[in-house]
């Protein structure tokens, strides 16, 4: 095992279950023999403000945050709040984000707008930028509340983590009943 | 067996290896889940106290019986504690006893961001700080050693980086042949009237001094030799940003964080060319390596306020970080109030009547934020209602008629009953507003002494507001649906103007309580397009359901109300004069 660490940051907005998809992420690093950190904020934050998910894993981790300017992969549930973060990303980092948009309270009550550029802008920093569909094709995979398990599948397909870490962090994390269309969410995302 | 836990799970699964007995808590951010892990573990006695000075002699009571006991709280939650906190130091333990503080460095969540270590040191008794999950599960079961072993509490410190931060834990077995608790007639040592406190006085400075001397030697603090250039005297979560800026400076690494073991310093001063001292918030460790004489560099370059983060060490010393690429401003995301929330009338309604509101601390000290903005002051549990009786003192028969406190169920049980007591008892002529959402609903849903329900799920016996208000000596005590404005406002008018103390109680519970919702799910709302006027009004309210369309030409737009977020609470119906909100088809 080399002693690089890899920084991956989950953001987006309070209660998109940012929480559950960096506990699977955790779990399946610890399952493929990593030491794993992981951080967030509860809390206020969670009353649908901006957050901010932090998971390090390598040989071994010291700091549960990353290091500003050193992520490796941001991985963005709502694209106000990917663009938002991006200073965290190392130069030539990579962006899968969700092509969602929430609106904050100023947008809200028509005091500021929504930038519709977004993609653009990220794309224009960070040329290799993939945006998912992840509500489309979580309706696919039979429930539009899987989109964050896409996702996960295709931040999965960047990684070099074995299949079964995937499968079976999948099975402790997610409610039984929910197993199959996550893993199916899991097969789309990683396909893209 | 290796499992990811939380510093909070790690804390939780420490207390049951360690034998723990009774557990006892006030919700508070970032501690909560330390007990809401602990009633996984059945041996142990866990439930929720309404204040931390009550979870504090819930434990101590246990710990007196020759049980071993918890007490968690957020370092806010200390200043409450702190009475029996200094006495406890005194009387010493019988079953270990130890109290968890969750310090909120950057105020994430939090009010202030003071550094309990300084109760330590105050309170004379030793405090540990754990690094990661594995030294919270470690240290919560040595804690409880020392404490033993030395007759004293023990406190446990940890930081949100902790407490929240996950990282890998080997689970261990629990402890066996822990003493059966039972009664011991000690009143020498447990009853501190003058006489017998003067006694124990010099028995807690001799203890310090043999605790400060186990750490001398104990594992729990550290030395990492390598390049002896730098020497860094560190704990806690400073420790793994020390490790990860400086990677071959030499570390002590201390676990107990008081007393310090001032020889074992000195020992390391004396083997590195340079010493640092890297912590979080106060100069706690640096001001007594420095009264030792012993020369230092440490907040001259780390900032005393706000949490450090790996970035933040480098700039300190000047260590180039990665480039970082800028982004244009964006729109804040602060947090909000749910779509449906009960308090969003009342603080509308406050807005409207232009009252000044004292508030205090839980989800509705949202209310403060834009377009609401109906909040004027807020400073810690229970303040709202013993401010406002304390500012009408000074005011105007005219301006006091504006003062109301507001106040959540749970907040009111912590330590606004005894600032209620006062008000009825000084005759203070403010309205107080109990909003009773029947839960702890900022910390995440925790049950209260009035929710009916205990930590462990069981039904219970639910304080009865009105009869306890009434009790207190309040003669006008009514309770109002806050989701009909207009009954809303007209209670408010009526309480603002009566030259008494009045209890205003509102009935809708928390849109996330799971056992009663406020409505039938799949009633949404939404805006008939062809009625709306674009008037704006329902944008009052601030719900984060609806949101304003600018039409293409950018003159006029229209609202609309997400059916996804809508919880169908029916306040922005009401808010409308064309009759453009109706039920969704
Ligand atoms: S959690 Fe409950 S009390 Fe808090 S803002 Fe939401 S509805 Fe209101
Ligand atoms: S009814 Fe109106 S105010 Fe209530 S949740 Fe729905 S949109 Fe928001």
């Known amino acids: 095992m080399s002693d690089t660490i890899t920084n991956i940051l989950l953001v987006g907005v309070g209660g998109q279950g940012i929480l559950l998809a960096s506990e699977i992420l955790s779990e399946a690093f610890m399952l493929a023999g990593f030491d794993v950190k992981k951080s967030e904020i509860h809390g206020m934050s969670q009353r649908g403000g901006s957050v901010v998910s932090h998971v390090r894993y390598g040989k071994e981790v010291h700091s549960p945050i990353v290091p500003e300017g050193e992520g490796d992969i941001l991985f963005g549930f709502e694209l106000m709040e990917t663009y938002r973060y991006l200073p965290l990303l190392r130069k030539g980092g990579t962006v899968v984000a969700n092509d969602l948009r929430i609106s904050p309270p100023s947008v809200l009550l028509g005091q500021a707008s929504y930038p519709d550029d977004l993609p653009d802008r990220i794309r224009a920093l960070f040329p290799d930028f993939l945006l998912v569909d992840g509500q489309h094709l979580a309706a696919e995979a039979g429930n539009v509340r899987a989109a964050n398990t896409v996702l996960l599948g295709a931040v999965a397909k960047q990684l070099d983590i074995p299949d079964e870490c995937w499968h079976k962090a999948l099975e402790r994390m997610v409610p039984p009943k929910a197993l199959d269309v996550n893993r199916k969410a899991f097969q789309l995302g990683r396909a893209l | ?359 205090d601390i839980g989800c509705y000290t949202l209310g403060f934020m834009p377009p609401l903005n109906a909040m004027d002051t807020c400073v810690c549990m229970g303040a709202s209602i013993s401010s406002a009786s304390g500012i009408v003192r000074v005011l105007s028969d005219e301006e006091k008629k504006k003062v109301v406190a507001v106040i959540g169920d749970s907040t009111f049980l912590h330590t606004g009953v005894n600032s209620l007591m006062e008000m009825a008892y000084n005759k203070a002529p403010a309205t107080v507003v109990i909003l009773d959402n029947r839960i702890t609903a900022m910390t995440g849903r925790q049950d209260n002494p009035a929710s009916g329900w205990t930590l462990m799920d069981d039904s219970t016996n639910a304080v009865d507001l009105v009869q306890l208000c009434t009790a207190l000596g309040i003669r006008h005590v009514r309770v109002v649906d806050p989701l009909d404005l207009d009954q809303t406002r007209a209670a408010l008018q009526e309480e603002m103007n009566r030259p008494e103390p009045s209890v205003i109680i509102t009935n809708r519970p928390c849109v996330l309580v799971k056992r009663e919702g406020v409505f039938q799910k799949g009633l949404v709302l939404s805006v008939d397009q062809d009625h709306c006027t674009g008037c704006k009004a329902c944008l009052k309210i601030g719900c984060p359901a609806i949101e304003w369309i600018p039409a293409p030409d950018g003159k006029k737009g229209k609202a609309k109300i997400d059916p996804l977020l809508c919880n169908g609470c029916d306040v922005c119906r009401q808010l409308c004069k064309f009759n453009a909100i109706g039920r969704a088809q």
């Open chain 2, 1 to 359: 067996m290796k499992e990811i836990l939380s510093g909070n799970e790690a804390i939780a699964r420490g207390a049951f290896e360690a034998g723990v007995k009774v557990a006892s808590a006030y919700p508070g951010t970032p501690s909560t889940e330390i007990l809401e892990n602990i009633v996984n573990y059945k041996e142990i006695d866990a439930s929720w106290a309404p204040n931390e000075k009550v979870a504090l002699e819930v434990a101590i009571g246990a710990s007196f019986g020759g049980g071993r006991s918890i007490a968690c709280m957020k370092h806010v939650g200390v200043n409450v504690a702190a009475d029996p906190l200094f006495t406890l130091s005194y009387t010493g333990v019988g079953g270990g006893l130890v109290l968890v503080v969750a310090d909120d460095p950057e105020m994430h969540s939090s009010q202030d961001e003071q550094d309990s270590r300084n109760y330590a040191r105050f309170a004379k008794v030793p405090m540990l700080e754990p690094a990661d999950s594995q030294e919270c599960k470690d240290f919560t079961r040595l804690a409880f050693e020392i404490s033993e072993q030395f007759d004293t509490p023990v406190m446990l410190r940890s930081c949100t980086r902790i407490s929240h931060g996950k990282s890998i834990v080997e689970l261990g077995e629990p402890a066996t042949g822990l003493p059966t608790p039972k009664l011991v007639k000690n009143p020498a040592k447990l009853v501190m009237l003058p006489g017998n406190a003067r006694v124990r006085h010099p028995f807690v400075e001799e203890r310090l001094l043999k605790l400060a001397d186990y750490g001398r030697t104990a594992a729990v603090n550290r030395v990492e030799m390598r390049d002896t250039e730098l020497g860094i005297v560190t704990a806690g979560v400073s420790y793994q940003y020390v490790r990860e800026v400086f990677p071959n400076a030499s570390v002590l690494k201390l676990g107990m964080v008081y007393p310090l073991p001032m020889d074992l310093i000195r020992e390391f001063a004396s083997k590195v060319t340079k010493l640092i001292v890297v912590e979080e918030l106060d100069a706690f460790i640096e001001d007594q390596v420095k009264a030792a004489g012993i020369s230092v560099t440490g907040k001259e370059a780390i900032p005393l306020c706000g949490e450090l983060t790996p970035g933040r060490l480098r700039a300190a010393f000047g260590i180039p970080g990665a480039p970082q690429v800028t982004v244009e401003n964006l729109p804040g995301r602060p947090p909000n109030m749910c779509p449906g929330c009960p308090h969003r009338g009342v603080f509308f309604t406050l807005n409207q009547l232009k009252a000044y509101v004292t508030g």
